[in-house]
């Protein structure tokens, strides 16, 4: 594709192009890439916004290692922002306040602001209540006053959001939506991870746990650092797709778990998807077509869509990749996952596995979250997830004869962190760019002891209940 002028962008399609005549839907893995081209003119505008909502709730007081931790954690990502990138802090209590600048716009990143940021930051105090949809408009309010086309904010909170009417979080999601990506954080153990989910998940960013106060400003630096190296903003997908083909969903998979069905906009003959701003990154993202295998002939290739890549500075397509069908009677080619399809579906399955036992630990039903999780644990393992297997592994205790127990008196943020892992997916591509093969597996379908379901040929386990596979027999 024509190449942003610091980026290099590539993009890969996988799947199994073959159909049979029941099947109604074409799953495929879309990876994209994007990899440093150069550097940004020297002269060039502000290219990055950066604002930091900070809880100051009366409950950040107690312990007091909170607010410390988020003034200290502000003056790290106030030192780490880049010259010329425009910025501002937020204190949000039950309405929101510009603690820095004192003026309507955002402040210019140099030696003079930042000492005055930090200096700001270092007053702020802990009092009043929560309502973070505040705290989000007037983000946005100040984004809208920027000439930066990158904008990234990261949101700190230690308790839920309790100060406004029910229904204004998700109303100020909706009027934030695509206009800046955040980055979701919650401090101490009273907070609620599925609220800091819904936000990062509306806003493009990720959420999760601080299990410890002292870690708080090493995040805040990544966070930073990763915001200042986007400069390629609104980046889009493109799907064209042929006649009696539709899309079901599409879902970012990596580095985390987005549904970005609702995001679609019709462009004219195609349909595009916003993947928000880039730098030198790797994401993934999984597409369900709805096929009509009437139409297609038994036998022959059948184009169903056309996948590239489009940036906003470029007004243009890249290379089109092509998403193929091929309708066949052949089960032993038609059952068969897609290697990187396959390891999609797994995720999304150990997902579920975690979100359950969540659920099951707020109905009060210890039995059902431990079996829960410890198919989480065992799903992990298997897929080598083995950040999220150390979380689960504090929750839950293996017990002779396969026994898995909640263990006793969990710290919460153990608790929290194990629902919001900074990522439950992995890089599922097993195939260098640019490169676009059909993976195929040889060899029947297993089939599962535990459950009866069927698996593909080289599962390590059984996606539906967890059951690891060993040898040639599970």
């Not at 009366?58 to 010329?84: E, N, Q, Y």
């Not at 991870?193 to 960013?205: C, F, H, N, V």
């Not at 995040?219 to 930073?224: E, S």
């Not at 996948?307 to 080619?333: F, N, Q, S």
Request: charged share 25%; with cysteine; hydrophobic share 40%.
């Amino acid at each position: 594709m024509r190449d942003h002028p610091s980026l290099s962008f590539a993009v890969q399609v996988n799947q199994n192009k073959y159909l049979a005549p029941t099947d109604q839907g074409m799953h495929v893995v879309v990876t994209v890439r994007a990899s440093r081209a150069g550097a940004p003119a020297a002269c060039a505008p502000p290219r990055v916004a950066e604002v930091l909502l900070v809880d100051c709730s009366s409950s950040m007081d107690w312990p007091p290692t909170k607010i410390d931790a988020a003034r200290h954690a502000c003056r790290v990502a106030i030192d780490t922002l880049r010259d010329g990138a425009l910025f501002g802090v937020v204190e949000g209590t039950g309405a929101a306040k510009l603690v820095y600048p004192a003026g309507p716009g955002l402040a210019v990143a140099d030696a003079r602001t930042r000492r005055e940021a930090k200096a700001a930051v270092s007053g702020m105090i802990a009092s009043g209540g929560t309502a973070m949809s505040t705290w989000l408009d007037l983000a946005r309010e100040l984004f809208e006053r920027s000439p930066a086309p990158v904008r990234h904010a990261v949101l700190l909170t230690d308790g839920n959001n309790q100060s406004e009417a029910p229904g204004a979080l998700d109303d100020a999601l909706d009027r934030c939506r695509d206009r800046f990506a955040c980055d979701a954080r919650g401090i101490g153990a009273d907070w609620e991870p599925m609220q800091l989910r819904r936000i990062a998940s509306a806003l493009g960013g990720r959420a999760d746990a601080v299990v410890a106060d002292d870690l708080l400003a090493d995040d805040f630096r990544q966070l930073v650092e990763q915001a200042m190296g986007r400069t390629a903003p609104e980046v889009r997908l493109r799907l064209r797709l042929m006649p009696r083909t539709g899309l079901r969903f599409v879902k970012q998979v990596f580095p985390a778990l987005v549904d970005l069905t609702g995001r679609c906009r019709d462009a004219g003959e195609a349909i595009e998807v916003p993947i928000g701003d880039w730098g030198q990154d790797q994401r993934e993202y999984h597409l369900c077509l709805d096929v009509d295998t009437a139409a297609l002939t038994r036998g022959r290739d059948r184009l169903l869509g056309v996948v590239a890549l489009v940036v906003a500075d470029e007004h243009g397509t890249g290379a089109e990749r092509a998403v193929v069908g091929h309708l066949t009677d052949d089960l032993e080619l038609s059952s068969v996952l897609d290697n990187n399809v396959a390891q999609v579906t797994d995720q999304a399955e150990l997902a579920r596995a975690v979100d359950g036992g969540w659920v099951a630990v707020n109905r009060g039903d210890l039995v059902e979250a431990a079996r829960e999780w410890g198919a989480a644990h065992r799903l992990a393992i298997a897929l080598g997830h083995t950040e999220l297997r150390d979380r689960l592994e504090k929750l839950i205790e293996a017990r002779p004869g396969g026994q898995v127990v909640i263990k006793d008196e969990v710290d919460p943020r153990y608790r929290h962190s194990a629902i919001l892992p900074p990522t439950i997916s992995s890089h599922v591509n097993v195939n260098p760019l640019p490169r676009s093969p059909l993976v195929q597996e040889a060899g029947a379908p297993r089939t599962c002891g535990g459950c009866g379901r069927a698996a593909r040929p080289t599962a390590k386990c059984c996606g539906h209940c967890g059951t690891a596979f060993t040898g040639d027999t599970p």
